[in-house]
């Protein structure tokens, strides 16, 4: 069976430091990945989707960055943080493009508060 | 631009209830809609998804209907039970392949024993 896993589960980190997400997906090939966030009041807003290896695509302009270095591993990163950045940073992966229908599973979630 | 709306916001019934979820959506050119439920402090579990050319899909006590023309969907829940607490969201899809969700704010659920 397909697992997601997203370290870690919470974080508080102070302005202008970096961040590293991580998000490992196992028991499936070539998943499509994509990282939401949900900030407080607000309901849940793609960030990145990523179809492949090196392949990442941007829904909002902002402070973050995505990368997919391995077919299962998806990262969300950003060189220094903003407080704006706080929120409920989620990974998720579905199956491969093609499959039209697939329902998309969530990790667990990292809680991000920036001070 | 996609819009999702749940309503209730929030709803409190005591444990047998049956209840309905509303959930609407502003442009009817979907693929597909899905229900997640989100416990507090967790990830989204996926309980139901419905094509875009189908009208509903059962599984165990949960229904969920699809009017894709009038932008509308309904969670139906049976015999509702303390362990159905949670946060639950509908979000809707308009590609296919990807599943770039447009996810709605969700209704609160608390069902006292």
């Known amino acids: 069976s397909q697992t997601i896993h997203q370290w870690p589960a919470t974080l508080v980190q102070p302005v202008g430091s970096p961040l590293s997400l991580e998000c490992t997906v196992e028991g499936t090939s070539n998943p499509n990945l994509y990282w939401y966030r949900q900030a407080a009041g607000r309901g849940l807003q793609l960030l990145f989707y990523?179809?492949?290896?090196?392949?990442i695509s941007s829904e909002v302009p902002q402070n973050l960055s995505a990368s997919r270095p391995q077919d299962r591993q998806f990262i969300l990163s950003s060189k220094k943080l903003l407080l704006s950045d706080s929120g409920f940073y989620l990974c998720?992966?579905?199956?491969?493009?093609?499959?039209?229908?697939?329902?998309?599973?969530f990790g667990n979630g990292t809680r991000l508060t920036v001070t | 631009k996609q819009e999702v709306t749940q309503i209730p916001a929030a709803l409190s019934v005591p444990e047998g209830e049956n209840l309905v979820l509303n959930c609407s959506f502003t442009?009817?050119?979907?693929?597909?809609l899905q229900w997640f439920r989100q416990d507090p402090g967790k990830g989204l579990t996926s309980l139901l998804l419905i094509q875009s050319s189908q009208r509903e899909q059962t599984s165990g006590r949960l229904n969920a209907s699809l009017d894709k023309s009038s932008g509308r969907s309904t969670l139906y829940i049976a015999a509702s039970q303390p362990g159905d607490s949670a946060t639950y969201l509908c979000a809707v899809s308009r590609d296919t392949g990807f599943q770039k969700l447009v996810f709605g704010t969700g209704t609160r659920l608390l069902v006292s024993p």
């Open positions: 998720a992966w579905s199956e491969p493009t093609g499959f039209l229908f697939s329902p998309l599973h």
């Open positions: 990523s179809v492949g290896i090196g392949q």
């Open positions: 442009d009817s050119a979907i693929y597909n």
